[in-house]
């Protein structure tokens, strides 16, 4: 499943392959399918997000 995440409010850190990058209010990330990866907030302020999955047959 491809997967989408759009952040709205706040800021958050994404963890791909070991290294984390910090993604702001406006930034859009994209995972291709089965590409492990996590999100935390480490930070004060809430984040909030708009995510969007899209399965595929293959």
């Known amino acids: 499943m491809y997967e ?4 709205t ?3 958050a850190v994404f963890t791909v392959k070991g ?3 910090v993604v702001e209010k406006d930034d859009t ?3 291709k399918p ?3 990866h996590k999100q935390t907030n480490p ?6 997000w708009f995510y969007l999955g ?5």
């Open 19 to 21: 290294a984390d990058q």
């Open 34 to 36: 089965n590409e492990p």
């Open 29 to 31: 990330v994209i995972f």
């Open 43 to 48: 930070f004060k302020e809430a984040c909030e």
């Open 54 to 58: 899209l399965a595929t047959d293959r």
């Open 4 to 7: 989408v995440f759009h952040l």
């Open 9 to 11: 409010k706040g800021k």
